[in-house]
């Protein structure tokens, strides 16, 4: 009885993040700040499904070690893309002067 | 009660348990690299193009994805519940809730397709059949093209997830899980559960902010 009543539970707090989600996404007319909280409630809610309806509490060391390390790299890969493409010099941007010699001169 | 064939590389049905688990949880990680390049690409398109992606996210119907976001909410819950009621030899509970799940996916791609229907309608089309007069930037065009091909690629996992619930349903009024044997089953609502891990990102990224 208890895990039926840990996934009742579980759906209730999904179905009340899910609407705090889409009220702060009409609400907040600051498109940034509207992204970021709803990325990190999209991340608890995962957290959520991940942990009580896919059982991961139940799982053994390694498959959390595995999972972890899964998020890990997804997370280091877009935002390394993302470093890498807001610091780009843009077609506006001037380029850097070169350094004269007494630059190279110590 | 049906036991399920024991496979001759495993001592018993536990260590044919534990490896199957262990290789649906590889899949599922293979599974989130795949969706990771796209929201990747999508991270770098809205760097590029940021002013452009939020006028085409609020052009895009918020009703429909809320719609479904509830939706893959209330599927998740009564997959998990299928393996509450199989652990508890219930076995055309488990049937019912496995048949709910699937229609729940049916529920998707039906309010998926009346979205898509519109999209077309006003020429929100993937990359050169784009044809939008509301918004015709070349980061609008970017959105649309993403947001067709992360939407097609779940549309496709949710069918699958679909043909997956309907066989497990079949299994389950045949009797052939139990409280003991029952591991396929749990494989399957794994399955699902990524389904619905996956729009939980993609809600807020296409539809709110």
């Known amino acids: 009885m208890r895990d039926v009543s840990i996934n009742l539970a579980t759906f209730v707090a999904l179905l009340v993040l899910a609407t705090a989600s889409l009220v702060v996404g009409m609400l907040l007319k600051t498109w940034w700040l509207g992204l970021v909280i709803g990325l990190l409630l999209a991340a608890v809610k995962a957290h959520l499904v991940l942990w009580n309806f896919m059982e991961m509490a139940k799982q053994p060391f390694r498959t959390h070690l595995m999972a972890g390390v899964s998020v890990l790299l997804v997370v280091l890969l877009i935002s390394l893309t993302v470093l890498d493409v807001v610091t780009r010099v843009r077609d506006g941007d001037k380029p850097r002067p070169a350094p004269n010699e007494s630059f190279y001169v110590r | ?209």
């Open chain 2, 1 to 209: 009660m049906h036991v399920p064939e024991l496979g001759e590389q495993y001592a018993d049905h536990r260590a044919q348990a534990h490896a199957l688990e262990l290789g649906m949880w590889l899949f599922l990680a293979s599974e989130i690299l795949l969706f990771a390049a796209l929201f990747t690409l999508y991270a770098a398109y809205r760097a590029m193009f940021p002013d452009d992606f939020i006028q085409a996210i609020r052009h895009n119907t918020l009703a429909y994805g809320t719609a479904n976001m509830y939706i893959l909410l209330t599927s998740s819950l009564t997959a998990a519940l299928s393996l509450c009621a199989v652990r508890r030899n219930r076995q055309r509970l488990t049937a019912g809730l496995l048949a709910a799940t699937a229609a729940m996916g049916v529920a998707f791609l039906v309010v998926k397709g009346f979205e898509y229907a519109d999209h077309f309608h006003h020429g929100l089309s993937p990359g050169p059949y784009y044809r939008s007069l509301d918004l015709p930037t070349f980061g609008a065009n970017r959105f649309y093209t993403l947001y067709w091909v992360m939407t097609g690629f779940h549309a496709l996992h949710v069918t699958l997830g679909i043909g997956v619930m309907v066989f497990m349903t079949a299994h389950a009024l045949a009797g052939r899980y139990s409280a003991d044997h029952h591991t396929r089953l749990e494989m399957g609502t794994l399955y699902w559960h990524l389904v619905d891990l996956v729009w939980i990102f993609l809600w807020p990224l296409l539809y709110l902010s």
